[in-house]
């Protein structure tokens, strides 16, 4: 069974960091795209980031880029985001999926919750 | 990027009713089309990939049609956990694509 749990959410002041982890179980975890969707209060989907199953492809939208920076550690099965620079509208759930780069995002995870505000 | 956009963005029906939502890309995306539900509360569930094949243990009430830009989800008679908001996605090109969701509430 294909298991995907997400932590490190939580509430940080604007311009902060903070360090999203999914830990990735039941598939072979480096063989496949990784991506971070992340769903605004009330709102619908949106990409924020993929990575290859090798880890040397990587997308971002103008909106994070510069400030956001997925990784992956395949030894581990986990997949990681790390958010600087944080602000009021990165305030959303923050799901990991399995998919991405062409693949549908298949399953996942519960998300964490992220909230900017001072 | 390519836009998603679908209609309608709500949708009120009841129990046994027939529902179709639609969904229209930006550009020729052939049948990279994904259908997502998602339930209050709780992470969105993968329904069915390249516009029509159903993922496994999606119920067979649930179809979908289409290719290039115009696609469609029909739900045949509908179920009381059927109620929630579904999403399209284009799988076509980085980065994917969702459309705005559709949310289907009971009459």
């Known amino acids: 069974e294909v298991q995907l749990v997400e932590s490190g959410g939580g509430l940080v002041q604007p311009g902060g960091s903070l360090r999203l982890s999914c830990v990735a179980s039941g598939f072979t975890f480096s063989r496949y795209a990784m991506s971070w969707v992340r769903q605004a209060p009330g709102k619908g989907l949106d990409g924020v980031s993929v990575i290859s199953g090798s880890g040397g492809t990587i997308y971002y939208p103008d909106s994070v880029k510069g400030r956001f920076t997925i990784s992956r550690d395949n030894s581990k099965n986990t997949l990681y985001l790390q958010m600087n620079s944080l602000r009021a509208e990165d305030t959303a759930v923050y799901y990991c999926?399995?998919?991405?780069?062409?693949?549908?995002?298949?399953?996942w995870g519960q998300g964490t919750l992220v909230t900017v505000s001072s | 990027d390519i836009q998603m956009t679908q209609s309608p963005s709500s949708l009120s029906a009841s129990v046994g009713d027939r529902v179709i939502i639609t969904c229209r890309a930006s550009?020729?995306?052939?049948?990279?089309l994904n259908w997502y539900q998602q339930r209050p509360g709780k992470a969105p569930k993968f329904l069915m990939f390249a516009a029509s094949s159903l993922q496994s243990g999606v119920p067979s009430r649930f179809s979908g049609s289409g290719s290039g830009t115009d696609f469609s989800l029909t739900i045949s008679s509908l179920q009381p956990e059927d109620f929630a908001t579904y999403y399209c996605e284009q799988s076509y090109s980085t980065p994917h694509t969702f459309g705005q969701g559709t949310k289907l509430e009971i009459k």
């Open positions: 999926a399995k998919g991405g780069l062409g693949s549908p995002e298949d399953y």
């Open positions: 550009q020729n995306i052939s049948n990279y």
